[in-house]
């Protein structure tokens, strides 16, 4: 029985196989809204042999913005083939082959940072359970540094101020506590807070950190001497740094974070483990903010530092099949418990993150949280999602647009022939949702007439145990209410038969 623990390593199926199989049955939903603000989201099956897509008979049913029909969504099962086996031949450091999980120092203290702060937040990873739920990484972001550089070997040096027994002593309680260490520069001349930064120290730079022993590394883009503008350009700028950790003989996870300049998305799998794909996140769910001025990431060249979560989500949901195990999108470091969202918002934006496998990186005061955000973040149910061994990121299926913000379907493959389900409300209405799951189920487990049991991820079993089973598969998902800026997430799996082994958990 589901029960939100991590999943069993055992995959049944390859990615491929299972995203074809998973999309070749979609076809278009219709999407209707009442005078009262509730939303029916009925989905008519059409004929994938005549590729006919058929509307409902409602009166006044605006026409959705509908992303991903069975004949674009089969294109989008090949794109992913293709990367997943990019990305399987190409970082190939055997790092991140689920998306890391963490803590990182910038969203919450900036450069407020010492090594105190970073001590307390890796030993309250431990105490608090975080570490038990897969949390293992520590890094310090920016203003780490000393005033300049050591004068005779030009390695890297840490401010004796603030980190006054060293950054290796302090990677060293890290690593005792059983956690991994984490650190940070720029591919330029200067880090974003003014520090020296790593272009054309690579190499000194990559061995220092490796003495101190350094996991991952941050790799931000800021002081980057107009080295980008092509593909080219950025690529042979961030090899150099792949290239430099790699011959260290040390695993040390590389996080890329150019925001998505030059398509990063289409080569950074080449050479890290993650990628950032967007400005800088802030605090915020929805909306425009003129810190953050692209509309879209095509031909994005100012990506800015205040970016909604509704922003970020809508550009992840175009590059979604570029992730893979290996080489991950990064939506940015998470914003959960640092004051300015509701419960809701952090519960939407921890969910999306983790659906379309987004490294997890924590960003909030661990030692001082409160109760419902250490009960956000450390969801097992959700978590498990993200760490899921198929490695498939969730595609957005279907989005109606309402007066402020819209309703949102996205679908995903799990291993062992599962599939999640997450219904968005970005409005600040309340509304009524109708969803059909047999439009969602894979079309193996229609065909064979198997029980599907389905969870909702965030309603507890018990006190501990996140994932309360609803029943067994009917043919709609009847009224799920969703009050403004919600997520409901569910988990469908088939139950288990003398032809199929059942979902299993562990420990």
Not at 98 to 123: M, V, Y
Not at 340 to 369: C, Q, R
Request: aromatic share 10%; net charge negative; with cysteine.
């Amino acid at each position: 029985m589901w029960d939100g623990q991590e999943l069993s390593p055992a995959v049944s199926n390859s990615a491929c196989a299972v995203f074809q199989n998973f999309n070749v049955r979609r076809s278009t939903p219709n999407l209707t809204a009442t005078a009262e603000s509730s939303l029916t989201v009925p989905v008519h099956r059409s004929s994938v042999a005549d590729g006919e897509h058929r509307r409902g008979k409602y009166l006044d049913m605006p026409a959705p913005v509908w992303h991903s029909n069975w004949s674009s969504m089969l294109f989008l099962s090949v794109i992913l083939c293709l990367a997943n086996f990019w990305l399987a031949s190409a970082a190939n450091n055997g790092l991140a082959r689920t998306p890391p999980l963490g803590w990182n120092s910038w969203n919450r203290f900036a450069c407020d940072i010492s090594e105190e702060t970073i001590l307390s937040a890796a030993k309250s990873l431990v105490t608090t359970g975080l570490k038990d739920v897969g949390y293992e990484y520590v890094v310090i972001d920016d203003c780490w540094h000393a005033d300049t550089r050591d004068p005779e070997t030009n390695a890297p040096l840490w401010n004796p101020v603030t980190f006054p027994s060293g950054i290796d002593n302090l990677s060293d309680q890290i690593h005792s506590l059983g956690l991994k260490f984490g650190i940070y520069s720029s591919a330029g001349i200067h880090t974003c807070a003014n520090r020296f930064g790593s272009l054309g120290y690579e190499d000194i730079d990559a061995k220092t950190y490796a003495s101190w022993g350094v996991d991952y590394l941050k790799y931000d883009n800021c002081w980057n001497e107009g080295l980008s503008g092509n593909t080219t350009i950025s690529y042979k700028r961030y090899e150099k740094m792949a290239h430099a950790l790699n011959a260290t003989g040390r695993p040390i996870l590389y996080a890329m974070c150019n925001w998505g300049e030059d398509q990063s998305w289409t080569w950074a799998g080449e050479l890290a483990n993650s990628w950032r794909m967007s400005g800088d996140i802030a605090d915020l769910f929805t909306g425009y903010d003129p810190g953050c001025p692209c509309t879209s990431l095509e031909n994005c060249t100012q990506f800015g530092y205040r970016c909604a979560v509704t922003r970020i989500l809508d550009w992840a949901a175009d590059i979604a099949p570029y992730s893979g195990p290996g080489g991950w999108g990064d939506l940015d470091m998470l914003e959960v418990g640092n004051g300015n969202m509701t419960k809701d918002e952090y519960i939407t934006h921890f969910s999306m993150w983790a659906l379309v496998k987004s490294p997890l990186m924590l960003g909030n005061d661990l030692a001082n949280m409160t109760a419902q955000t250490l009960d956000i973040i450390s969801n097992k149910a959700i978590i498990s999602i993200n760490q899921d061994p198929l490695g498939v990121a969730a595609s957005r299926v279907a989005q109606m647009p309402l007066e402020e913000g819209d309703v949102q379907v996205w679908v995903g493959p799990l291993a062992d022939e599962a599939t999640v389900v997450a219904i968005v409300n970005t409005s600040p209405a309340n509304v009524t949702v109708t969803l059909p799951w047999s439009e969602i189920l894979p079309p193996q487990l229609l065909a064979l007439e198997r029980v599907v049991r389905i969870f909702d991820l965030w309603q507890r079993v018990d006190d501990k145990r996140w994932g309360q089973e609803l029943g067994p598969f009917t043919s709609l998902l009847s009224e799920a209410k969703l009050r403004p800026h919600e997520t409901k997430v569910y988990r469908l799996e088939p139950q288990s038969t003398q032809d199929f082994a059942e979902f299993t958990v562990q420990s």
